[in-house]
């Protein structure tokens, strides 16, 4: 019994001893699996730091996917502007003369090829006509005149010079109420023209009277004109009314085809300020009326100085009605203006040449624009 007792033990001895080392191994293992992972994991980390650093060629599908992020651009082509071919308006390539009139009295510049008419009344009345190759544009300037309040009172004064042998024109200066709208109402005839229809006084011409910018019609042939004009008068009352007159003073006049005259009237104006009476006028009209000194001085400052408050007046005047008038020739002959949006220049085209225009540096000049109001320096063919 005893041995079988000890039998027993020792098998449960062996048993426990048995069940110890399996234990024990199997904790060694889990060590072991927990090295070997840490290890795995120290290995992945070191794969991710190469990765970073990698400088090895990129996979197929790589740079198929970085070409569709990031494509090359292309540059655009820059536009051709369409060649426009331009002629220079006449207004815009003038060459001047200088014409000295035979009698030594005065000279003036005036485009080349144009007429220099001029008629010495009595030295005291001295007439300068200017007009194009075309007598389509017109300078007057009257240096002292006498202008009558009436038509009956010209003709009583025509009968009385005629009486003493002294030369008589068949029109005169009338001006009823001694100014110079008045005079430019009733004197057409005198100057070719009807019809006078006042736009503007545009300032005072510095002796008493106005600068008058005014609609006119050619007596001729009915054509519609646009000028400028003024005069300074002195009225001098009679005892006998019929013999009443006035006095004159530097009368001009400016006249143009409405369609040009923003193109000419900056011509024109140069040719006014270019007339320059001579000593020898100034020294022989003295003589017939020592009285005038004055006036003869007036006379020069006339032609030197008011052309330039001409200008000043009808750049600061309101423009709306030649704007208009402009609009409206250009409808009539069938052209547009375009301007150059590089330039600023003002051109003529045939009526729609925008519309096929394909290019950027030319505009069209819209309904109302200040462009109108700018010389036309040449015509797009």
């Known amino acids: 019994m005893k041995k079988k007792i000890a039998l027993i033990l020792a098998l449960c001895l062996a048993l426990t001893s048995f069940s110890a080392c399996s234990s024990s191994s199997k904790k060694g293992s889990g060590r072991s699996s927990n090295d070997r992972d840490s290890k795995y994991d120290a290995d992945d980390d070191d794969d991710d730091d190469v990765d970073d650093d990698d400088d090895s060629e990129p996979t197929r599908a790589t740079r198929e996917t970085t070409e569709r992020k990031d494509p090359t651009p292309t540059p655009s082509p820059v536009p051709t502007e369409a060649p426009v071919q331009i002629k220079p308006t006449e207004n815009a390539s003038i060459n ?3 014409y000295e009139s035979p009698d030594g009295y005065f ?3 005036v485009p080349e090829g144009w007429t220099v008419f001029y008629h010495d009344y009595d030295v005291i009345s001295y007439e300068v006509v200017v007009y194009d190759n075309y007598a389509e544009k017109f300078f007057y300037f009257g240096t002292s005149f006498v202008s009558y309040p009436s038509e009956e009172n010209f003709e009583y004064w025509m009968d009385v010079t005629a009486s003493y042998g002294f030369e008589t024109t068949e029109y005169g200066y009338i001006s009823p109420e001694a100014t110079a709208l008045s005079l430019f ?4 005839d005198r100057f070719g023209y ?7 006084t545009l300032g005072e011409n510095g002796y008493g009277d106005y600068f008058l910018q005014a609609n006119i019609k050619d007596m001729n042939n009915g054509r519609q004109y646009e000028g400028i004009f003024t005069s300074s008068l002195v ?3 009679m005892y006998y009314q019929q013999m009443d007159w006035d006095l004159a003073a530097g009368t001009t006049c400016i006249m143009l085809p409405v369609e040009d005259f923003t193109d000419w009237l900056g011509v024109m104006l140069q040719i006014y300020a270019s007339l320059e009476f001579t000593d020898a006028y100034y020294t022989d009209r003295n003589i017939v009326w020592q009285q005038t000194f004055q006036t003869s001085n007036y006379i020069m400052y006339n032609a030197n100085q008011t052309s330039d408050m001409i200008m000043d007046s009808w750049e600061r005047s309101n423009h709306v009605s030649d704007i208009s008038s402009q609009e409206y020739s250009d409808a009539t002959l069938g052209r547009e203006r375009v301007y150059d949006t590089q330039t600023g220049d003002v051109y003529y085209a045939d009526n729609g040449w925008s519309d096929t225009y394909s290019g950027t540096r030319y505009e069209p000049v819209t309904s109302g624009s200040d462009y109108y109001l700018q010389p036309v320096v040449g015509t797009i063919y």
């Open 235 to 237: 009225d001098t009352p």
């Open 194 to 200: 009807t019809d006078f229809e006042l736009i503007d």
């Open 107 to 109: 000279k003036i510049n």
């Open 96 to 98: 001047w003369t200088t």
């Open 185 to 188: 109402e009733n004197s057409g």
